[in-house]
């Protein structure tokens, strides 16, 4: 098998896996990534008043918990009008390539905030690495400086504690050991460690109560030195808990209110349908391979680890010994504890399906929000809900498009940090020559080795299609000849 034969089977290997994604690769193979992100337009189907009404009032008050009035009031006006939000990312720094190009790319459609509700349900070593701040050196290696220490990385970023003093003199011995083999330049070093300490080692920072409140705020921070924007008043990036959200839209609406989603936690005929019908979405839960979990995670006391929660009559429970009363008073309680994380189908349903929202996402949602929206319906015995087709299925994320030369001449996908560490006058251009000349797939293209082990087990994997690298990739699609790189790596 060629090289490109093996490239073209990945790509079909991994649109197999998610048929929307396919779907719209197709449907724009000539588009630029530019051009697609200009049609990620509210959705036109009717939206039930009440209900955004009560999304944006929650909404609203939980920006208010991190921003002034002033952004809160822009916020109201923009959701008013444009009824859609990113539920891409992770919620951590924003640092990987999948999250930070794209919304670089968001800050070119003219609107006062980019507004991102990240997933605090993923692990602290998640591929994103949500556990801290990634960077390379110029030769081309990439760096984790993580907040906080190993026991730890397996804990989940809802629910984590604030990193402290400690931490941050953690970190700075690790780039300081990092220097003594080598591995970084003394100039580097030194601009991380002046970064770190303008931006991360900082009272307003370290006085927060927890990481979810310090990455909303590191974030804002950072969008500032990621490149100059040309707009004379940039807007901004709000990056928020999705799961905040949505509990708190639980325990305001659901919990004691005979709507839909009160009938889909507590009804049991609901439960019946949902394993009948939901069992295997991706997202969702799978009883075969005890995978995902069923409406809610649970959060222990004693770390930070999340447990998977099965139906049990009307009782949800843990392998751990942890067991929940499917009864509004009960997860009342258990919120306001801190215990219960909503699981993905929960969450999008209320969002997307519930509460209309226009949910942008990555390479997955797609295709999961869609059947997800598919079965609730069939579940209700009511036909397909009149959104229009690009409701469940804009993507938003998972694009390259801002990369740098390494020592070896090679083209390697730029991290935050390494666009705010490096960023140059003639940088934001360099990034919207590369959105207007790429197209969706060479855009997601670089991914596909990574997504690839994200969609397939080790025993579903075959060696010629994991022995493919980045690097093979922009090989094979040339985008030496297309694109200029956005920064370079200097010390």
């Not at 939000?85 to 924003?94: D, Y």
């Not at 991380?192 to 310090?214: A, M």
């Not at 509004?328 to 929202?357: Q, R």
């Not at 869609?370 to 609730?376: L, S």
Request: proline share 5%; glycine share 6%.
């Amino acid at each position: 098998m060629t090289k490109a034969e093996a490239i073209r089977k990945l790509k079909g290997k991994i649109l197999a896996k998610r048929p929307i994604l396919d779907e719209l690769l197709k449907r724009h193979a000539n588009v630029s990534v530019a051009e697609y992100n200009r049609t990620l337009l509210p959705s036109t189907s009717p939206i039930d008043a009440v209900r955004k009404h009560d999304f944006i009032n929650i909404f609203s008050a939980e920006i208010g918990k991190h921003f002034s009035s002033e952004v809160v009031n822009s916020v109201v006006r923009q959701l008013e009008s444009s009824y859609m939000v990113s539920t891409a990312e992770h919620h951590g720094p924003l640092m990987h390539p999948f999250f930070v190009h794209s919304n670089l790319l968001a800050a070119h459609n003219g609107q006062e905030n980019i507004i991102v509700l990240g997933v605090g349900n993923v692990s602290l070593n998640n591929s994103s690495y949500p556990r801290g701040l990634i960077f390379h050196s110029k030769d081309g290696t990439k760096h984790h400086l993580p907040f906080f220490p190993s026991p730890e990385r397996m804990f989940s970023v809802f629910g984590q504690r604030a990193f402290g003093q400690n931490d941050i003199l953690k970190l700075q011995n690790l780039i300081q050991n990092k220097v003594r083999k080598g591995e970084l330049s003394n100039a580097l070093a030194n601009s991380l460690r002046e970064f770190i300490n303008n931006i991360c080692n900082r009272s307003e920072i370290l006085n927060l109560p927890d990481y979810n409140h310090q990455i909303v705020k590191l974030n804002s921070l950072l969008w500032q030195d990621f490149l100059p924007l040309p707009r004379a008043k940039p807007p901004r990036l709000l990056t928020l808990q999705l799961e905040d959200i949505v509990l708190q839209l639980l325990q305001k609406h659901h919990l004691f209110s005979n709507t839909d989603i009160y009938e889909l936690i507590f009804n049991t005929n609901m439960h019946r349908l949902l394993i009948e019908h939901a069992d295997g979405i991706p997202g969702n839960f799978s009883l075969a391979d005890k995978k995902g979990t069923f409406l809610f995670w649970y959060l222990p006391s004693k770390n930070n680890r999340r447990q998977q929660m099965w139906l049990n009559g009307r009782w949800l429970q843990s392998a751990e010994g942890f067991k929940l009363k499917l009864e509004p008073s009960a997860l009342e309680k258990a919120i306001e504890l801190g215990k219960l994380i909503p699981g993905t189908f929960l969450s999008l349903l209320l969002l997307s399906e519930y509460y209309g929202v226009k949910c942008l996402g990555g390479f997955s949602q797609g295709t999961y929000l869609t059947k997800t929206h598919e079965v609730y319906n069939i579940m209700r015995k009511r036909p397909a809900k009149a959104f229009d087709q690009s409701h469940s299925t804009g993507l938003r994320s998972d694009f390259v498009l801002a990369y740098f030369k390494d020592t070896l001449g090679r083209l390697q996908p730029a991290t935050g940090m390494d666009l705010a560490l490096h960023r140059k006058a003639g940088s934001w251009q360099a990034f919207l020559e590369t959105a207007n000349e790429l197209t969706l797939e060479q855009a997601m293209a670089p991914l596909f080795p990574e997504l690839y082990l994200i969609l397939y087990s080790p025993s579903e994997r075959q060696d010629e299609l994991t022995s493919l690298t980045i690097y093979d990739i922009i090989e094979h699609y040339g985008f030496a000849e297309k694109i200029k790189p956005t920064i370079s790596i200097d010390g």
